[in-house]
């Protein structure tokens, strides 16, 4: 409940829906999101990375458009809480076995308090970046593909290319920022078919029809930057 008296539900799979005053979007979809449980432990550099990257001393990480929860769950320190602000309701039945759930549209004025969250991670996920530097109190983690993000296997099937302009757009949007630390990941994914064919599946390509993808070598190519308030 909050300060005016507004009461919110907490959802019988577990999260709270926040995202009262206009209608959400849908987000991924239950395929989307079983496929990128499947194969989310071939990202472990990334985890790995952003672990490292979130202090000790943190005691709330919200991750915005964070999911299943999957990263936030391996990344939080001991004693720490997790919060996944995400629209997918698949997504957060999940996230909500995890840590913290919440449905609300992280492009609209988060629910949370002005310097209210320790660290702000942003995994592949859209970037608001006046409501980050609102609600953060220490730094905000983003991880970005690449541009020769699982290149081989986006040449062979013709997907979707990493948009060029990226880090351009990810510096505009952190302005207000100091960039702390910059790390480039890169390493081999050995894809079966049925991994190839899930990987496609978890993200934007999915919206365009079912892909059948081959067994696969392709590079898993990541930017993890690190901007301190």
């Known amino acids: 409940m909050c300060e005016r008296g507004h009461s919110f539900d907490v959802a019988r799979q577990g999260y709270v829906h926040l995202g009262a005053g206009r209608k959400l979007p849908e987000g991924d979809t239950a395929a989307m999101v079983e496929a990128r449980e499947a194969v989310l432990p071939l990202f472990a550099p990334l985890t790995e990375k952003l672990a490292q990257s979130v202090p000790t001393s943190a005691r709330l990480i919200v991750d915005l458009g964070g999911g299943t929860g999957y990263h936030l769950s391996h990344v939080l ?7 996944v602000f995400d629209v997918s309701k698949p997504a957060l039945r999940r996230a909500a076995k995890r840590v913290g759930a919440v449905l609300a549209d992280t492009w609209g004025r988060l629910p949370l308090a002005d310097n209210g969250a320790d660290v702000v991670l942003n995994v592949f996920a859209p970037r608001n970046g006046p409501e980050m530097r609102r ?8 991880a970005t593909p690449l541009p020769h993000h699982l290149a081989e296997l986006r040449a062979t099937l013709g997907l979707l290319a ?3 302009s990226k880090e351009e757009r990810l510096a505009q949007t952190m302005a207000g920022f100091e960039l702390a630390a910059d790390d480039r990941l890169e390493w081999t994914l050995d894809l079966d078919a049925t991994q190839a064919t899930q990987i496609i599946a978890m993200g934007p390509n999915a919206f365009h029809g079912p892909v059948q993808a081959p067994a696969s070598r392709t590079t898993a190519a990541v930017r993890v930057t690190t901007w301190r308030k």
């Open 77 to 83: 320190p001991a004693g720490a809480h997790g919060m």
């Open 135 to 142: 609600v953060v109190r220490d730094r905000v983690i983003v």
């Open 162 to 164: 990493v948009d060029p």
